[in-house]
């Protein structure tokens, strides 16, 4: 049987950065890592559409669920760290305005390349296309697929979502057969799904800076950016940064309502004057033309609809108090239902995983089963968009490799 101080299970962000770490920390160490896919990090090449926004300077541990866990980490290694640390692999980055952090090269080959190439020079054994199947537990460490002996046991291999770019090594079932708790899973990130009457007509239209609200039961959790319209549903990351707390809603069968504000930057009474001087500018015309200046085209008449004072003969100088009164509403909530989302398949990140109470947020060690370590999406623990759950990833990896 061989033996080796550390085995990683994934070789994904989480999972390389922990080698990495492990390896600088320890030089010498005796390390493998196993990956299920048949190469290493495939899902960090489809990050940020293909440029890979490695982390945001924002980025901290409110950002997250299971906060407490995330604190310790981020303190020893916040964005700023993670910057630091991709820079010592050679890779040049820049942030945008909003504190994004991408490669220079503007492309996630470069931060795969960096990883995979640092982590081959660590002389550590990498296996892909390669399982982790069964781990038993003995007094001195873990004997995996019943051939190799490790001391300590890193599980890195991510969670559900996105199951094309790579092979789930059963992360889950390995963390509950050592005596872990799973917490539910659900798809984050991801698309929503609505009634059909409430995007008909819309697919393909962008409205840029609204806030979502959804809305269950008596909470409700907000989000602002670019909003588009799909065929069945609702993207852009507004509404998937709401997808894992709808899913959620409907799992407990709850009602789940999302309403858009078109034009958050206005009051109400603020929009209602601006809409008022918007009309007799335009009294001649067709309602149909009322928001050409405000809303794309279709989704002005969709507001209209949703108002209940559209009609295709109507005109603009029909428009009485009560009918804005309407239209401001309209505007200010527009109402979607949500059916669902688009599930695990176009999900970028699990919400929901290895329970954080379980974990010992100083060192990512388990506190049931002494040399085993978690690190990234395989945690209860996930972020926005914009950079935050690779900042995790990578932070969590670097965490858990130095072993305390």
Known sequence: MKEYDLCISGGGAAGLCALIGAARKRP??????????????????????????????NASALCYSSPELVKPCFDKYPPEKVVEFFESLGLLTK?????????????????????????????????????????????????????????NLIIACGGKAQPSSGKNTGGYDIARSLGHTVTRLYPSLVPLAVKPEDVKGLKGIRAPGVELT?????????????????????????????????????????????KCDFLPEMSEQELKAYVSSLAEIKKGRPLDDLLTGVLAKQLGIAVCKKAGIYSGSAVISDLSEEKLEKLIGALKRYDFTVTGTKGFDSAQVTSGGVAAGEINSDTLESEICKGLYFAGEIIDVDGPCGGYNLQWAFASGLMAGELN
Do not use: H, W
Request: with cysteine; proline share 2%; glycine share 10%.
């Open 28 to 57: 010498g160490i005796k390390a493998t890592v196993f990956e299920g896919a048949p190469r290493l990090g495939k899902k960090i090449l489809v990050t940020g559409n293909g440029r890979c926004n490695l982390t945001n300077l």
């Open 214 to 258: 959804l809305t269950v039961g008596e909470k409700s959790v907000k989000s602002r950016g670019e909003l588009l319209f799909t065929e069945s549903g609702i993207s852009g990351i507004c509404a998937m940064e709401l997808a894992a707390s709808a899913e959620k809603a409907l799992a407990e069968n709850k009602k789940a309502v999302v």
């Open 95 to 151: 942030p945008d305005g909003e504190g994004r952090v991408y490669p220079r090269s503007n492309t996630a080959a470069s931060v795969l390349d960096a990883l995979r190439l640092t982590a081959a020079e660590t002389g550590a054994d990498i296996f892909t296309d390669t399982v982790v199947k069964s781990v038993q537990k003995r007094e001195d460490g873990f004997v995996i697929n019943g051939e190799v002996f490790c001391k």
